[in-house]
């Protein structure tokens, strides 16, 4: 499952995706794991979340990125969730939405992974297909 937090910046995307994480720790029997552009966010997270610092690793681009998830859930078998904060800037968006996407739609139905994901985009701007996949919108 994709499910997409959209708004604008500065409207509080974060604070409901780190909501959404503290509460899905609670009730989930598999592992989370929170990935950020920074670690400004760290102790707001419950601590048996994992944080990762995108940036920390080098990704340079979102072939890299999706690559990058990729190894992240073959890690763990556990895992239920992923948060993706910051998401344009930590996937290297630009044009490429759409394919990134689906990429990631791919990956979450074959190991059964859900990602929720913070967009700097208004509803509206994002492709038609994605529209139903907005359980936020600010």
């Known amino acids: 499952m994709i499910d997409i937090?959209?708004?604008r910046k500065g409207r509080g995307?974060?604070?409901?995706?780190?909501?959404?994480?503290?509460?899905?720790?609670?009730?989930?029997n598999g592992t989370i794991v929170y990935l950020d552009k920074n670690n400004k966010h760290m102790y707001e997270l419950n601590n048996q979340i994992r944080l990762i610092v995108v940036p920390e690793f080098n990704i340079i681009d979102t072939?890299?990125?999706?690559?990058?998830i990729s190894g992240i859930i073959?890690?763990?078998?556990?895992?239920?969730?992923?948060?993706?904060?910051s998401f344009l800037t930590i996937a290297f968006i630009d044009d490429n939405f759409t394919e990134c996407i689906r990429q990631l739609d791919r990956l979450s139905k074959k190991f059964d992974v859900?990602?929720?994901?913070?967009a700097s985009l208004d509803?509206?701007?994002?492709?038609?297909e994605f529209r139903p996949l907005v359980s936020v919108a600010l």
Not at 13 to 28: E, F, P, R, S, Y
Not at 63 to 68: E, L, N, P, V
Not at 114 to 118: E, G, K, L, V
């Open 63 to 68: 072939d890299m990125f999706i690559g990058f």
């Open 74 to 85: 073959s890690q763990d078998h556990d895992l239920d969730k992923i948060f993706l904060d």
């Open 13 to 28: 995307k974060t604070k409901v995706l780190i909501q959404k994480a503290n509460d899905d720790i609670k009730v989930t």
């Open 114 to 118: 859900d990602f929720i994901i913070s």
């Open 123 to 128: 509803k509206e701007e994002l492709p038609e």
């Open 5 to 7: 937090i959209a708004g």
